[in-house]
C-alpha cells in the first residue's frame, strides 16, 4: 500500500486519541516528516465517520480511548472494510499488550513515545514479515 500511496502523493494519516495534547504533538511530528494528517478525533464513533470521509491510509488508534476500547475500534473498523491500515499506540509497552495487539487486526504497534513516520512506514513494509514490501491494510487485501 505504501508504494501505491508514494506514488501518488505522501501518506494519509488520521489520529484517534482521547488526549487533543497529544494528538496535536503527533499531527505537528507527523507532518514535519512527510506524513499528511488528515483529521484527529476522539472517540470510536468520530473515527468511524471520520475513516469513512476521509478515507485515509494509516489510522492510529490509543488503545486506551476513555471509556472505549482502541482494541474494539480496531475489530469495528476491520468489520467495517475501510481501506486503511490500522495502528495501535499507547503509553504502555508493547509487550504489556503484546497479546492483545497479536490478537487484533491492527498491522502493529507503537509506543507513543516513539511514533515517527520512519516507525509508521516501517510496520506498513514489515507487515508480512518481508521487508521492503507493502502490508495489506487492517487484515487483508481491499480495493481502493
Keep these: 500500500m505504501e508504494a501505491m500511496v508514494l506514488q501518488f502523493g ?13 494528538s496535536d504533538t503527533a499531527r505537528r511530528l507527523l507532518e514535519q ?10 472517540t470510536s464513533a468520530d473515527a468511524v465517520l471520520a475513516a469513512g ?31 486503511s491500515a490500522v495502528i ?11 497479546e492483545v495487539i497479536s490478537g487484533s487486526p491492527a498491522v502493529g504497534f507503537v509506543s507513543k513515545s516513539e511514533l515517527s513516520s520512519d516507525a509508521i512506514r516501517d510496520l506498513l513494509r514489515a507487515g508480512d514479515g518481508t521487508e521492503g514490501k507493502p502490508v495489506a491494510p487492517v487484515s487483508g487485501p481491499r480495493g481502493r
Excluded at 499507547?90 to 503484546?98: G, I, K, P, V, Y
Design 10 to 22: 505522501r501518506l494519509r494519516c488520521l489520529i484517534v486519541d482521547d488526549n487533543p495534547g497529544y
Design 88 to 98: 495501535l499506540i499507547s503509553t504502555h509497552a508493547e509487550q504489556d499488550l503484546a
Design 33 to 42: 516528516q512527510g506524513i499528511t494528517v488528515v483529521g484527529m478525533v476522539s
Design 53 to 83: 470521509d476521509l478515507q485515509p491510509d494509516v489510522i492510529l488508534v490509543d488503545v486506551e480511548l476513555g471509556e472505549e476500547s482502541g482494541f474494539d475500534l480496531a475489530e469495528r473498523l476491520d468489520d467495517e472494510a475501510f481501506p
